[in-house]
């Protein structure tokens, strides 16, 4: 029992330095040019940064891991089927959502989170299953020439959900009058039913 809650007690630890290094100071929100850039940093708003702690601090509270956290949300698990899914797997799954917890970004970029239930981190296959994601749920972004995405996978220096591999995908229209909001709209939030605050920013504009 002791070296579980010593695991447990580590594993929040490396989530809290994790989450730490997305609150340097800048004076600008992400642009696409620096998003699509090899010196990407991914960062938050102190406002976001603390919505994400006290989300993860909930869950914590309870004695869900962040993966079972993610399970959750994204993929709709009861508590008890998280944990077995995270404990003892599940059969392969991936999942594309709304992120309600996204990086400080220009108001014309949306981040979508494609989750996999498992922990292959193998970069290929992630790339693979985030574009066919892309494809069934959003099939407009690869038809219409109207939009554009980023796919971008965290190092393992900052994955703070280290037990489901996932990748963050940035998208935004590149013809006037395409609302990339209203084509993502269709998609679930990673919280079910709460969107993220800039969401509602814009959606209020």
């Known amino acids: 029992m002791q070296s579980i809650n010593i695991s447990r007690i580590y594993q929040w630890i490396l989530v809290t330095i994790l989450l730490s290094s997305y609150g340097q100071a800048y004076s600008n929100p992400i642009s696409w040019q620096e998003l699509i850039s090899p010196e990407f940093t991914p960062r938050r708003t102190p406002e976001q940064l603390n919505y994400y702690r006290n989300h993860l601090k909930t869950h914590r509270d309870?004695?869900?891991?962040?993966e079972v956290t993610a399970l959750m949300g994204i993929f709709g698990l009861t508590a008890e089927q998280a944990q077995k899914c995270v404990t003892n797997g599940c059969p392969q799954e991936y999942r594309l959502a709304i992120t309600t917890f996204p990086f400080w970004l220009e108001t014309d970029i949306v981040h979508l989170?494609?989750?996999s239930?498992?922990?292959d981190w193998n970069r290929n296959k992630l790339l693979t299953g985030t574009k066919e994601l892309l494809?069934?749920?959003l099939p407009e972004v690869f038809?219409?020439?109207h939009f554009e995405y980023h796919i971008y996978i965290n190092p393992p220096?900052?994955?703070s959900v280290r037990k489901l591999a996932h990748s963050h995908v940035f998208m935004r229209g590149v013809k006037p009058g395409r609302d990339i909001?209203?084509?993502?709209?269709?998609?679930p939030f990673s919280l079910p039913s709460v969107p993220p605050k800039s969401w509602q920013?814009?959606?209020?504009d």
């Open 157 to 159: 220096s900052r994955r």
């Open 62 to 66: 309870l004695g869900f891991s962040p």
């Open 117 to 119: 239930n498992k922990p």
């Open 181 to 187: 909001y209203q084509l993502v709209s269709r998609l």
């Open 201 to 204: 920013q814009v959606s209020a």
């Open 113 to 115: 989170v494609a989750f």
């Open 135 to 137: 494809r069934k749920k």
């Open 143 to 145: 038809e219409s020439g």
